[in-house]
C-alpha cells in the first residue's frame, strides 16, 4: 500500500487541492519510483480518469495492459475513454479485448454493441444485442438499443 509519511513530502511540492489530488500525486510517487507497479498504474489511471485528465489515464491503462494483458478493467476504461473522444472503432477494440478475459459479460457486450451502434454498423449492433436478449431477455438496456437498429425481432 501506500504509506501515509510521504503526505509531508508531496505537500512540499504544490498545494493539495482535494483528497483525489493527493491520492493521484501519492501514486505518481510511487511510479516514479516503482514504474513496474502494476496495480499503482491501474489505480492512478482510474484517479485521473475520476478528475477527467482521460489522455494522462490513457497512458497508465495501456502501461498496465503491457504488464498483465489480462486486466479487464483496463481495456473497460481504454473503451470508454475512447468513447469519450469519438474514436468508436478503437473503442470496440478494446471492449472485444475486453470480452477475452470476461467472457459473456452482458454489459460489455451491449457497449460493445452500442459502439457498433454508433459506427452505423446496424447489423452487427443486432446481432451482438439478440444474443443478449436470448440469454437474458429483460435487459432493458439491450432492448432499448435493439430499438434503435430499427428492428425489435421476435425477442
Known amino acids: 500500500g501506500i504509506v501515509i509519511h510521504s503526505y509531508n513530502r508531496v505537500r512540499e511540492n504544490a498545494p493539495i487541492k482535494n483528497k483525489g489530488e493527493y491520492y493521484h500525486r501519492l501514486l ?25 485528465r482521460n489522455e494522462e489515464a490513457e497512458k497508465y491503462f495501456i502501461n498496465a495492459t503491457k504488464m498483465k494483458p489480462d486486466i479487464p ?4 476504461c481504454l473503451a470508454q475513454i475512447k468513447f469519450m473522444q469519438k474514436d468508436y472503432k478503437q473503442a470496440c477494440a478494446y471492449l472485444e479485448e475486453e470480452l477475452k478475459y470476461t467472457g459473456n459479460d452482458l454489459d460489455s457486450v451491449n457497449a460493445l454493441a452500442l459502439m457498433y451502434l454508433k459506427m452505423n454498423n446496424k447489423e452487427k449492433a443486432r446481432h451482438l444485442l439478440e444474443k443478449i436478449l436470448f440469454q437474458n431477455p429483460g435487459h432493458m438496456e439491450a432492448r432499448k438499443n435493439l430499438a434503435l437498429c430499427g428492428q425489435s425481432g421476435n425477442l
Open 28 to 52: 505518481d510517487i510511487k511510479i516514479k519510483r516503482t514504474p513496474d507497479d502494476l496495480q499503482a498504474n491501474v489505480e492512478l489511471g482510474i484517479q485521473l480518469m475520476a478528475m477527467g
Open 73 to 76: 478493467v483496463c481495456y473497460n
